[in-house]
């Protein structure tokens, strides 16, 4: 984080550094439906913004490479891409789709979220940040059921097919990477900023209702 910080400093200028007054730090297991209920946060809390997708943000060779495996990209590239996808969106409150998910990460959004408390004391005119984390929950079965079948989807489509979306091991191999490295630093959030877990694979209207009483 410090690495990541500094060389924003650096390359901006610490009066140039607005975040977003706002930011939701959506996490959940592989098909829980991230993509599906961004819109529905967004609709709910009334933001403009784009969502910033973490995966999106990680298209180098190597990157991919690493999520066709079912594994982790590299704590540095992804908080230093992440803040400057904030960066640029100022004071526009945001969902953040896949941050953190390790236990490098979890730590790094405490300091973040120190980082622009101090902002805001030095020139009160930067927002006082609000984080508030949900995460989407579905059990094994469910992932890789969702995503072989989000991936038969892809492929009657003509689109790019993703390999944890084709191959049954490589779905689960994804889902125990996100149990056994993002979950429990998840939880550990909890109690640190406002936490909400929702059971995702209920229906979407089940869900929705969910969310909406949790934020």
């Not at 992440?82 to 969902?95: C, D, E, F």
């Amino acid at each position: 984080m410090d690495a990541a910080w500094s060389a924003l400093v650096d390359e901006l200028g610490e009066a140039a550094l607005v975040f977003p007054a706002e930011i939701f730090w959506l996490n959940g297991a592989p098909g829980a439906g991230k993509g599906t209920q961004t819109r529905f946060i967004m609709q709910c809390r009334g933001l403009s913004a784009e969502p910033v997708v973490i995966s999106d943000l990680l298209q180098s060779p190597e990157a991919k490479k690493l999520k066709d495996m079912g594994l982790m990209v590299g704590d540095e590239e992804v908080i230093g891409l992440m803040l400057r996808a904030l960066v640029k969106l100022g004071g526009a409150g945001v969902i953040v789709d896949g941050f953190p998910r390790t236990g490098v990460q979890a730590e790094c959004l405490k300091v973040l979220f120190a980082r622009l408390k101090e902002l805001h004391g030095r020139d009160a005119a930067k927002p006082d940040p609000v984080f508030q984390v949900v995460v989407l929950m579905v059990d094994e079965a469910t992932s890789v059921e969702r995503q072989l079948s989000r991936g038969a989807k892809a492929r009657a489509a003509g689109e790019e097919l993703r390999k944890t979306d084709t191959d049954p091991e490589a779905a689960r191999a994804r889902y125990t990477t996100f149990i056994e490295l993002t979950h429990e630093p998840l939880k550990a959030l909890e109690g640190v900023f406002p936490y909400h877990v929702i059971d995702a694979q209920l229906g979407i209207e089940e869900v929705q209702a969910n969310i909406r009483r949790a934020l």
